[in-house]
């Protein structure tokens, strides 16, 4: 359809009509545009007195035209014909402006966001409006042509100035096969082989916070992206009070990282937080790319980890529950008809739709899940049965929990230098020299704002936690945060329906921590066992005091006095 886009209001009939006008004056595909249209721009435009823009496809077609600058009518990346950091979007803009200067910093960074072939910039004076002439001609006096480059220090280079007959001088199609070969070699060279997704990374920050605390935040955000087996290209940090409501970033970091996202050659975005529906989807329209949010990034690893029934289960349910809130539709746009008593009218829309089968999915998962409590509940009684003291490890993600259950029982759970990479609990019984038994556990790592989607979805599991007789609180002696990693455990222990046991803090990867670390924990805790659980280190020292437990309380007589 035909229309008028940017700066519409006050438009004169006639004016339409020239505007409208231009849809029918197709272009040559050799030449960037011909002198007799350039200078139909330049009549509208004096008679306007306002920028006229209009962007044309590969056929020399038409497709849009706007008034206003390159800027103010940029055309949204999702509405773009071609996507692509390799190549361009297939739309070359032709636009007018009334100064003499070659294109400003906005309407070049609106060349760079939208991927344009070309943008060709036409000055147009305003000589016969001002001797209030009965016909102003719009007479075109410079001319600059600007395009991409596979260069991000460069991004872009504009021509010096030329004349109005230039422009059918240089051949357009021949101009943009090589442009665009620059382009599919530059990236060709820069592709990873792997497959991984290619990740910018964006976060807001408090003023307040630290330059370290804020790296650390960050670091945090790429161990998840690389968890969940994407690549790190870039990362955007700003510091502000709240997040945009609209956008989550403010506007000019938006233009900032869609830049990024196109220079990079990024296919997602990934943001340090929960955004709202309208966020996420504002800001996948500005910066043309997938977005994610913590959230959700949290989810796809937890899916990429999930191997048994349960965890597949577990997964799904807070996959769905997280889904739910954020459907949208179009209401009665797609409304269906029914074809019997009762059916008649509006009938339901698909967005009820889609919530209806959601719901229903979820309430089925949810009696499956509550399936699986009772079935754990029982084997949690036979344990009992046997008179077993049971231990849980809880902490912080990665904070090598499999790995201090293999060193103890000789287990062998999964071990990865990953976060989540333990889902599934796996209870193992080990044996201490003095003769006493215990089973200990093993459980899902934890991480600061843990969505409560997966909190709510796994509690078949961390009811494990709840039942235990004493929690194993590791943590990662080597990680500067540990203090903070702490506090976010307790947290979600604080957090449980069910009061838990007495806790035991145990500092794991001793061997690389450093001596102002083992000081520090010293310090405040100083009750704490000191471990590596990959070397061995002080892992007699915790079997005599596990042993101990086990033969001087049994299973229900641990309270928090005695650890």
Known sequence: MEKIYGQTRGLKSDQERQLLDLYRRTQPTEVFCTPEFAERLGAITADLEEAVSVYINRRGQVV?????????????????????AERLCGLRCLSTQLTGDSPNQSDLTALALQRLDALVTLEVSLEGKRRQSAAPTGFIGQVYIAN?????????????????????SQDFEQFLRALEEEFRTQWATQATESGRERVVLVGIFPPQMTQDALQRE????????????GEVLKTFGQRRGRPDPRTYL??????????????LGANLVVVGEDLSASQSRNLEQAVGVRVVDRTELILDIFARR???HEGKLQVELAQLEY??????????????????????????????????????????LQRQVNQLQAHRDRLRHKRQHHDLPVFALVGYTNAGKSTLLNALTGADAYVADQLFATLDSTTRRVHFPSGERA????????VHDLPPQLVDAFRAT?????????????????????????QAVEQILAQMPVACGPVHLVFNKAESASIVEWDKARERHSQAIFVSALTGVGLEKLREKLAHYSREFGPYALTKQEI
Do not use: C, Y
């Open 306 to 308: 999930a191997h048994s």
């Open 462 to 486: 961390l009811e494990e936690i709840t039942q235990a007789d004493l929690l194993l609180h590791v943590v990662d002696l080597s990680n500067p945060s540990w203090p903070e990693h702490i």
């Open 218 to 229: 960050l670091e945090e955000l790429e161990q998840l992206v690389r968890s969940a087996g």
């Open 64 to 84: 849009r035209v706007s008034i206003g600058t390159p800027h103010q009518t940029q055309i949204p990346a999702h509405e773009l014909p071609r996507q692509g």
């Open 250 to 263: 403010g506007q000019g970091k938006v233009t900032e990282v869609a830049l990024g996202v196109q220079e």
């Open 148 to 168: 991409l480059v596979p260069e991000p220090e460069v991004r872009w280079v504009v021509s010096a100035p030329l004349r109005l007959l230039q422009l059918t």
């Open 439 to 446: 089973l200990i556990t093993d459980t899902v790592g934890f």
């Open 323 to 364: 889904l739910l809130p954020r459907l949208m539709g179009h209401g009665q746009a797609l409304s269906r008809l029914g074809g019997g008593i009762g059916t008649r009218g509006p009938g339901e829309t698909k967005l009820e739709t889609d919530r209806r089968v959601i719901r229903q999915r979820i309430s089925h």
